[in-house]
């Protein structure tokens, strides 16, 4: 059995791989955002702001408060960190592109997307049923790691390299970054470690 330390070490090593696996993502332009998300002009952060009257987009995401990043993974393994700070709700992961235009407001597992939540002060992650996550410390930022061909989606709180939660399932249709706030999440460089 390993001992907290070892499994300590053990997840900072695994987070140190992953980001040899930087990918600079980027988030969709506005006009396929939600409409209540504002994307920044470099496209490296979204807020929540008014809701902007968008003309019809057939590439619209309309998934409630949700925006895409812009790159598309169908194979490989793939890394990025996202400043989510002081937000009260966010949502971050990977879902299949194919749910751009579903029209729900839910966000399961089942339905293509693995991802984990902040609401109301409580972390899970949103699969049918949830699982909470207890986490040690608050994280001010979150790295995400895709591995396409083992079917993984891991995520860290990088405050402390600890592993929120790690998804298993198999991949087959073409996967993106997701993203939701109520506040503002910024995608950013991947910290160094040493």
């Known amino acids: 059995m390993l001992t907290v330390e070892k499994k300590s070490l053990r997840t900072e090593l695994e987070w140190r791989r ?11 332009d506005p ?11 470099d496209q490296k952060s979204v807020s929540v702001g008014p809701r902007q009257n968008l003309p019809d987009n057939p590439e619209k995401f309309d998934i409630r ?3 895409l990043g812009c790159q598309s993974f169908t194979s490989g393994r793939h890394y990025w960190e996202v400043q989510v700070g002081e937000a009260s709700f966010w949502i971050l992961g990977v879902c ?3 749910l751009r235009n579903n029209g729900g407001s839910k966000v399961y597992l089942g339905d293509g997307h693995w991802t984990v939540r902040l609401w109301d002060e409580e972390y899970s992650t949103l699969t049918s049923p949830e699982i ?6 608050r994280p001010q930022a979150v790295g995400i790691f895709l591995d396409y061909k083992a079917g993984q989606v891991s995520l860290y709180n990088l405050n402390d390299k600890s592993l929120l939660h790690t998804f298993t399932s198999t991949f087959t249709e073409t996967l993106r970054p997701f993203f939701s706030t109520d506040t503002t999440l910024r995608i950013r460089p991947v910290a160094s470690w040493e």
């Open 18 to 28: 992953c980001c040899s696996y930087e990918v600079d993502v980027t988030l969709e």
């Open 31 to 41: 006009g396929t955002a939600h409409p209540m998300l504002l994307v920044s002009e």
């Open 65 to 67: 408060d949700g925006v």
């Open 96 to 98: 299949k592109d194919s």
């Open 132 to 137: 909470p996550l207890y986490l040690r410390e």
